[in-house]
């Protein structure tokens, strides 16, 4: 209705637009005939009877959120900055020369984004006489003096303080300072003195001015003079480094190719700089001085990694230099910051603590994808983040599938799409969100995992070599410029010939995805298989229908029948041409749907797609539905895992098997020898419930000789359970060893033995414990001290209290240390109720209040609004828990 109003308004114009021949009429007498009343009706936005614009609701009569991209009225061309710092201060000492011109509209003045900054002096470069300038403490308009047109550059000069704080933060980055001083005053014992920056989204104007959008792009140079005995890293290539006569070195770097503002990096502290090369590229490996040797181990497979999406892209890296570097109490994973990567200190380890680590493989790939999908084509505003983390999202997948196989890299896309079923359970927009309350909420599993779990299907609808020519051409046409969406569809179509705005506006523009029942019959009549799908996903929420060009497998005698089919309606059957009834029928056979799938089979069809389908989606489905069996068919696959070529299968077998003697066996060869040592581990674990004296020396040859730290763990752990005295003798022997696995696995162990008398292990242990295992190490920590007298909790709470008062911890580490200090308060309190002697009870309340005061002051020192709303729901410290 509203479209055919609008034609009949067009047409209307269109006629009254054209040129008129006017000629003497007669017009007739005029009849007047009382209409209905007109009601202007819309159509309802899931189907039915349309609504008439009295039964809307306020809301739907204006206009919804829209965040556009932001407005360009200067280009920011060139960034020069020599800074220095005051650590005491936590303060940056800023000369900034910025080269500008206008957009396109002459303007006399300029608007920089500078958050919380002293300006000593705005000028143009060369002159001293300074310009007037607005300054709201967030934006400063500079009045230039005259009007430039957009051939005229200019250069600016400016001479600031920085005093960067913060003022928020999301899930993703858990704060906006955009610069962080870390242990300026050496008030933190023995950790590194450091400083490092997190641009994204707009917070590096907290630490020099600049116009901080993601749709501006600049070359830029920053000079550092820090102490001579700290490491500098920032962008592009190192100029010069000169050593000064005040014991200090003023360093040079240079990126000579332009990047987004949100891009631009410094990082400084004592490094140990590990080098290697690729097509004569530097690649960089900066690390605490005691992880230099396993350094690359820490970021596994650079080189290789650079190679393999160079040749995958079609398009070479283009950057001068791949430097990676880790830093203390980081506020997010890692940030793909142009040549120089940042990530949090929980990727270092030692070569035993990272065996068989995926998660350092995939994070290098994300950042270093970043540097073709975020860095060399940008999106264009945060509504299309998806265009650089999608695709980032989205390497992790290809390289796991060209290194470790593609069972593994399915294995992770099952991961991210178990992830992202649970976040749209709660909230769903569209992958585009141009309607976000805050930017920094586009920092979801909507952007990331949905964003890659799209790209999958894409590439299994129009085959590898469309698709990774599309890409190829997308990268090229768009290079060093933002995007949008759009550009990434033409750049598709471009290849494919076939309009894909279905695709891209279902899944990219649209939200939700599809709920799918399916049954399954067989016609003996006609020889046909019937395969019945209903799409049920809520239609008031997300589209009705979902376009999905879909395979259906049907199997016999282990030999598979593929017909690929078009679902385009809200149920469709379809009927396919069989001799007989199939073994099996598996929809989606390449499993790449992002759907929410549900079928009913039976036990030896679960059976049959186990030993036959290839897809690993498949296999783990049925291997779940079959371990819900107690039958001996059930069991003999489960044994029959136990020797599967892919590992999770094995360790999925081991978890879910009941013992006996055969398998028994099986499993402590498996724990000895398996290749992988998550195998191993659970193995390793499962020996432990057999409560078998026997498996005891197997355990402690674990805990000496395996190479994999988290085995080492398990094995000490396994001995406990089989022979405690043998296992804490060991254990004694290993606390001088300093590697973190092994604290951290003889924590584990003191715990769950209980006796109080070793948290002195703790207190001499818990500076070495860093990143996310100190959450670990806290709980096990706490969890000896509640067995012990209120004096251990009391020094247990005042050692943990600073991780809880720490802005750089994630805030879901804050709040889990808070808590754990709440546990201790609830334990003294009901040792308390128990109490008959009145001076230990004195005692005992004395401490009780200490920790009462622990927690009310943490409480009162926290600003972040997620966890004090997590605060709310503890109990008032002042009265039993």
């Not at 500078?114 to 403490?137: E, M, T």
């Not at 200019?154 to 704060?175: E, H, N, Q, R, V």
């Not at 004395?846 to 926290?862: G, H, R, S």
Request: hydrophobic share 40%.
């Amino acid at each position: 209705m509203k479209k055919s109003l609008f034609l009949l308004l067009a047409i209307s114009l269109l006629w009254s637009c054209a040129p008129k021949q006017y000629s003497a009429i007669l017009l007739p007498e005029t009849d007047y005939v009382d209409l209905d009343t007109l009601t202007v009706t819309a159509p309802s936005a899931y189907g039915g009877d349309p609504i008439s614009l009295d039964e809307m609701d306020s809301s739907d009569l204006s206009l919804p959120r829209y965040n556009p991209t932001a407005k360009r009225e200067s280009d920011l061309l060139h960034t020069n900055l020599d800074l220095r710092f005051d650590w005491a201060k936590e303060q940056v000492l800023g000369k900034a020369t910025l080269t500008l011109k206008p957009y396109f509209y002459p303007t006399d003045q300029v608007v920089l984004d500078a958050k919380g900054f002293q300006f000593n002096k705005i000028s143009f470069l060369g002159s001293n006489d300074p310009l007037k300038y607005d300054y709201d403490s967030s934006k400063v308009t500079i009045h230039l003096g005259k009007t430039y047109n957009r051939n005229q550059e200019y250069k600016l000069f400016i001479d600031y303080t920085a005093t960067p704080a913060a003022s928020g933060g999301s899930a993703a980055i858990t704060s906006d300072k955009g610069l962080f001083f870390i242990n300026p005053r050496k008030e933190e014992g023995d950790k590194p003195q450091q400083i490092w920056t997190q641009g994204e989204t707009e917070n590096n104007s907290r630490w020099f001015p600049t116009i901080d959008k993601p749709n501006e792009r600049a070359t830029n140079e920053i000079t550092l003079t820090v102490e001579d005995r700290f490491k500098t890293l920032s962008n592009g290539v190192l100029v010069s480094s000169k050593k000064n006569a005040d014991g200090t070195r003023t360093d040079h770097w240079k990126m000579d190719l332009p990047h987004a503002p949100y891009l631009v990096m410094i990082a400084v502290g004592e490094y140990a700089v590990v080098s290697d090369k690729w097509n004569g590229k530097v690649v960089d490996y900066y690390v605490e001085p005691k992880f230099e040797k396993y350094a690359r181990s820490i970021f596994p497979h650079t080189p290789e990694m650079l190679q393999f999406f160079s040749d995958k892209l079609g398009v070479n890296y283009p950057w001068q230099k791949f430097s990676q570097v880790v830093v203390r109490d980081y506020v997010s994973g890692a940030m793909e910051n142009t040549t120089a990567v940042v990530f949090g200190e929980f990727m270092q380890g030692t070569d035993r603590e990272l065996i068989d680590n995926r998660q350092n493989e995939t994070i290098v790939a994300h950042e270093m994808f970043h540097h073709w999908f975020g860095d060399y084509v940008t999106c264009e505003s945060w509504s299309n983040l998806t265009l650089n983390e999608g695709f980032a999202n989205y390497s992790e997948y290809l390289w796991l599938e060209k290194k470790h196989g593609k069972d593994e890299a399915d294995f992770h896309r099952l991961q991210e799409m178990n992830g992202y079923m649970q976040s749209a359970a709660q909230d769903i927009h569209p992958l585009i969100h141009f309607g976000y309350e805050n930017k920094e909420d586009m920092f979801d599993a909507h952007s990331y995992n949905k964003g890659g779990l799209i790209l999958h299907m894409l590439r299994n609808y129009v085959g590898d070599d469309a698709f990774f020519t599309g890409l190829q051409n997308y990268l090229k046409e768009n290079a060093f410029t933002d995007v949008e969406a759009d550009e990434l569809r033409l750049a598709f179509e471009d290849v494919t010939g076939e309009d894909l705005n279905w695709f891209f506006n279902q899944w990219y523009f649209d939200k939700g995805q599809p709920t799918l029942q399916v049954e399954y019959d067989y016609d003996e009549a006609t020889k046909e298989v019937i395969v019945s799908v209903e799409q049920t996903q809520d239609a008031k929420e997300m589209p009705a229908i979902f376009v999905l060009p879909v395979a259906i497998d049907v199997y016999f005698n282990g030999k598979m029948t593929r017909h690929n089919v078009r679902m385009d309606q809200r149920q469709q059957t379809f009927r396919l041409s069989a001799d007989k009834d199939p073994d099996l029928i598996v929809f989606d056979g390449d499993g790449v749907l992002l759907a929410d799938i549900n079928d009913e089979k039976s036990l030896e069809e679960y059976i049959y797609q186990f030993r036959h389908a290839p897809n690993f989606l498949h296999r783990i489905r049925a291997i779940g539905e079959i371990v819900e069996s107690d039958s001996p068919e059930a069991q003999a696959v489960v044994e029959e895992a136990l020797n599967d070529k892919f590992w999770l299968f094995r360790l999925f077998a081991i978890e879910n098997i009941k013992l006996a003697n055969k398998t028994t066996e099986r499993i402590a060869t498996l724990a000895e020898k398996d290749p992988n040592s998550d195998v191993r581990e659970s193995a390793m674990r499962k020996l432990a419930t057999t409560e078998d004296k026997k498996y005891a020396p197997l355990a402690a040859r674990a805990f000496e000789n395996d190479p994999a730290i988290k085995v080492v763990s398990a094995g000490l752990e396994t001995l406990l359970a089989l022979d405690k005295e043998a296992a804490l003798a060991t254990a004694k022997k290993m606390e001088k060893v300093d590697d973190e696995g092994i604290i951290l696995a003889l924590a584990g162990m003191y715990s769950e033995a209980g006796d109080p008398q070793r948290l002195g292990f703790f207190e001499e242990k818990f500076g070495k414990v860093g990143g996310f295992n100190q959450v670990g190490f806290v709980q096990n920590y706490v969890k000896l001290a509640q067995n012990g007298d209120a004096a251990g909790m009391l020094r247990t709470a005042n050692n943990i209290k600073g991780i809880a008062m720490s802005e750089s911890k994630m805030f879901w580490m804050r709040f889990m240390v808070t808590k754990s200090v709440n546990e201790l308060h609830a334990t003294l309190a009901g040792q308390i109720e128990a109490e008959s002697d009145a001076a230990k009870l004195a005692d005992m309340k004395a401490k009780d209040a200490e920790l009462v005061k622990i927690i009310e002051t943490i409480k009162a020192w926290e600003k972040d609004d997620r966890v004090m709303n997590m605060y709310d729901a503890f109990p008032d410290p002042k009265t039993k828990p």
